[in-house]
């Protein structure tokens, strides 16, 4: 199956400060998504992004598909942004949802 | 409200014992899965379901089985409980349509704990 590799692993943020988090990826995906699992072990899908830039708030996401890579960034980090981060792809032609998940970055903002 | 709603949130079995893990989806997807998670290895996939009436092993199939009773319902169920079991268990559902995957949408996950 296809590798995901996420850096960096771990991450500690004062309250305010932007950060970038870096998805590679082995092969051509159509599909890549990052999720957010919260402190409580929630998981929410935050983009969904087989290429291009998107925003939503404070968080924004850039998939360079032809060079296998994908960027998350968070803007003036918050308490609440704390949590591990997940970038998830599906190779290209398949035919049946799967995922392959990385190891996630663990993020903790401090106020 | 709609969404993925798995049962029980919490569990511990003895080694050897079985349980059914049980997940219901109200949105009307297709496809449905089963991940367990483990520390610093982030998701890995047990068992998925692409649409009502067929299952398929993922990455970890070893000692789980699933029913996909209709099209709502994805079960997981281990025989014979061993500790290295021992994990977080999520359900989750996607529309899936050609080269997308629409509304991929987890459970609040299993807590299990095989002693």
């Known amino acids: 199956g296809i590798q995901v590799e996420q850096s960096p692993p771990d991450l500690i943020l004062q309250e305010g400060a932007n950060s970038t988090l870096r998805c590679n990826f082995s092969?051509?995906?159509?599909?890549l998504q990052w999720f957010h699992q919260n402190p409580w072990g929630q998981l929410i899908n935050l983009f969904y992004i087989p290429s291009g830039t998107k925003q939503n708030g404070r968080l924004s996401a850039t998939t360079v598909a032809t060079e296998r890579y994908s960027l998350l960034y968070i803007s003036s980090s918050q308490t609440t942004d704390s949590g591990v981060y997940f970038c998830a792809v599906m190779e290209r032609g398949s035919t049946l949802g799967r995922l392959y998940f990385g190891r996630g970055t663990q993020l903790t903002v401090w106020p | 409200n709609a969404g993925v709603t798995q049962t029980p949130k919490f569990q511990v079995l003895k080694t050897g014992q079985s349980m059914t893990l049980q997940c219901a989806q109200d949105m009307n997807h297709n496809s449905m899965y089963w991940y367990r998670q483990d520390p610093g290895m982030g998701l890995r996939l047990i068992y998925y379901s692409a649409s009502e009436g067929t299952t398929d092993k993922g990455e970890v199939p070893n000692g789980y089985n699933v029913s996909r009773l209709n099209k709502r319902e994805f079960s997981l169920r281990l025989e014979s409980a061993a500790p290295s079991q021992t994990s977080v268990y999520f359900c989750a559902s996607s529309e899936f349509k050609g080269a997308s995957s629409y509304g991929y949408t987890f459970g609040s996950g299993t807590r299990l704990t095989v002693v």
């Open positions: 092969d051509s995906v159509n599909n």
